[in-house]
């Protein structure tokens, strides 16, 4: 008798570069731990900053198999407050199912005032959407949170991880603008100043901020849910203890939202850069209309083998046109975003997750194979989409 799914499991330390047997892909880069079995993760990070691992199998992610962690480093500037912050859902399980299915009457969240609903043709809903249960920050749903108390004067450190598997984030701390540092770990070229950050699935941001004056104040994650009030957690001065605190409105118009084409300073008119290989990857399709690369359903060895032919050491470039907003994430490299909607960026910035507007965005990856030798996946981060199938291979050749 087989072993059910649920008791198999892997660690994935996503976006990290290591040895590829290290990279806890079943199947492709080990077998799953059995439950009671044990598997021995060992590699020096070579990236600091904000990281995070998760199951790389079936469905424990959305069981809540994941976590982060952050590598130090020490060149970095210190912090009065340092703080890990897990933006995550707890999914309604049925709906995944449903999800898969392509069936699910779940609604789509997008903020109001946000681009995915200003762009939204009304054929987007493509019942692969998932519901979720309750919000949470670290384990917590507000009013549960417990509150962070924080001075004048003190310069705060927010890493801040979206751990949804298949929803975009948007997040605010009221009555504060956040000064955005890193993406995924990454420094950014330079800081940005936002009103509000745009997480992808996987993504992760090191937002800054300094308390200059008393008060309370919500750090949330906005969504169009009833619930998403959940998502939430109070910074106060001392003395606030029973001020309610200052919440943010629901809609994001008007405000400044952290992108690539702002963070990068994106500008008309884009050549592709010098690459050994260069690819592209179109981002729609599936049984269900949402599970393919290319356009044609891959078995990701077969896929693997294309390849192994063309694939060698050096430069390359990588292009994706998408159908609908996907996080797509590259194991085992940082990339550089070198153009997003045809538009180059003069600053490109590193990630190993990247999201691409929908119906129609493309965006533009540079990297070079200087990876550990092995199989790599690239698949977008929306868990209902790789698991129908949005997934291929860089497969290095010895
Ligand atoms: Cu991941």
């Not at 809540?64 to 500037?77: I, K, N, S």
């Not at 699910?104 to 009304?122: I, K, N, Q, T, Y």
């Not at 599970?291 to 032919?309: Q, T």
Request: proline content about 7%.
């Amino acid at each position: 008798m087989s072993t059910p799914a649920s008791d198999l499991g892997t660690i994935h330390w996503h976006g990290m570069i290591l040895p590829n047997a290290m990279d806890g892909v079943e199947y492709v880069t080990q077998a799953p731990v059995p439950h009671g079995g044990e598997f021995a993760y060992e590699f020096t990070p070579r990236q600091s900053g904000t990281r995070w691992y998760h199951d790389h199998f079936g469905e424990q992610q959305m069981r809540g198999l994941f976590g982060m962690f952050v590598v130090d480093d020490p060149r970095d500037e210190p912090a009065d407050l340092d703080l890990a912050l897990v933006f995550h859902d707890v999914p309604d399980l049925p709906s995944v199912e449903s999800a898969m299915a392509g069936r699910s009457r779940a609604p789509m969240v997008d903020p109001l005032g946000s681009r995915e609903l200003r762009e939204m043709s009304a054929d987007d809903k493509m019942g692969d959407e998932v519901a979720y249960l309750a919000h949470c920050i670290n384990g917590n749903a507000y009013p549960n949170a417990p509150p962070i108390s924080v001075a004048i004067g003190q310069r705060i450190r927010l890493r801040i991880l979206n751990a949804n598997p298949t929803q975009t984030r948007y997040v605010r701390l009221a009555g504060h603008r956040l000064l955005v540092t890193h993406g995924d770990g990454n420094p950014l070229p330079r800081p940005v100043m936002v009103d509000a950050l745009r997480v992808g699935v996987g993504e992760r941001y090191d937002a800054w901020f300094e308390v200059r004056r008393s008060g309370s104040w919500l750090l949330q994650g906005l969504s169009a849910e009833p619930t998403a009030f959940e998502q939430a957690v109070v910074f106060r001065t001392e003395g606030m203890e029973t001020q309610s605190p200052q919440g943010v409105p629901e809609s994001l118009d008007g405000l400044e939202v952290f992108d690539y084409a702002g963070a990068g300073d994106a500008r008309a008119g884009w050549v592709p850069p010098f690459a050994d290989v260069s690819m592209r990857f179109t981002l729609a399709g599936g049984a269900h209309g949402f599970g393919e690369m290319d356009d044609r359903r891959k078995d990701v060895a077969a896929h693997a083998e294309d390849l192994r032919a063309s694939w060698g050491p050096g430069a390359v470039g990588v292009q994706e046109r998408d159908a609908y907003g996907a996080p797509a994430a590259l194991h085992g490299h940082d990339f550089a975003i070198v153009a997003v909607d045809g538009k180059r960026l003069r600053r490109p910035i590193l990630k190993d997750t990247s999201l691409v507007r929908a119906n129609g965005g493309t965006i533009a990856w540079s990297l070079d194979a200087d990876s550990p030798s092995g199989r790599w996946l690239l698949h977008c981060h929306n868990q209902i989409h790789m698991m129908d199938g949005m997934m291929t291979e860089l497969v290095y050749l010895d």
